[in-house]
């Protein structure tokens, strides 16, 4: 990891695939959806491919025009919502939420899944977020970080958004924060190309070092 050159006193998280290991659920279901939504299937052998795409390339690649996205996004929800218990945090997440809410690091989450599938799989981890914002559209994610830090009253340089997508990159660059860029996520290292993280954390445990 590049270690952050400032403690950021707020970190505001992503969920799926930053802190839930939801990869493995959207790859088994996907082909469902598709066929639901009628747009392309995918092989075994493209999802690595597809993976280093960013969302606009992916939408494109598969034939998802922008106005089907909130229909896809919210088939999703509703299955996992009926799947929870086969979703669950990656190893380390609890440690590495309770290190940082002991050393007074604000914890935050802003994601595009409903509140009813990050309280129920975060589970009773919930209690270290002060803030949490469901249901951003993929696109949507920076009004949803500048609320968070106007509620809070954190200037942006002083707050990181942690998640595993270009498009968490760009919200959070939008909103003037700092972006931390986990390894485990959906998006591959190849999505990145062209994009700044300020941070990249390699395994769960360095999550701490936003502490300082
Ligand atoms: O990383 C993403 O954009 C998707 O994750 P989310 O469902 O938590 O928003």
Not at 103 to 110: I, M, Y
Request: with cysteine; net charge positive.
């Amino acid at each position: 990891m590049n270690n952050p050159p400032v403690r950021y006193p707020l970190a505001i998280f992503d969920f799926d695939g930053t802190l839930a290991d939801s990869f493995p659920f959207f790859i088994a279901n996907f082909n469902r959806i598709a066929d639901r939504h009628r747009f392309s299937r995918i092989r075994e052998e493209e999802i690595e491919a597809l993976r280093g795409c960013g969302a606009r390339e992916l939408m494109a690649r598969l034939g998802i025009p922008f106005w089907k996205l909130p229909l896809i996004a919210r088939s999703f929800i509703t299955l996992m919502k009926d799947n929870q218990a086969a979703i669950s945090l990656f190893d380390g997440v609890p440690s590495a939420l309770s290190c940082l809410a002991r050393r007074d690091v604000t914890l935050a989450l802003v994601s595009s899944n409903s509140h009813a599938n990050v309280t129920g799989i975060l589970g009773h981890h919930c209690r270290h977020f002060r803030y949490v914002d469901c249901g951003a559209s993929v696109f949507g994610k920076a009004a949803r970080l500048r609320k968070i830090l106007r509620t809070a009253g954190v200037p942006p340089g002083q707050a990181i958004y942690i998640g595993d997508q270009p498009t968490d990159c760009e919200a959070a660059h939008a909103a003037d924060m700092a972006f931390g860029l986990v390894s485990w996520g959906y998006g591959s290292a190849h999505a990145f190309r062209g994009f700044r993280p300020q941070a990249h954390f390699d395994q769960v445990k360095d999550l701490c070092r936003i502490a300082g």
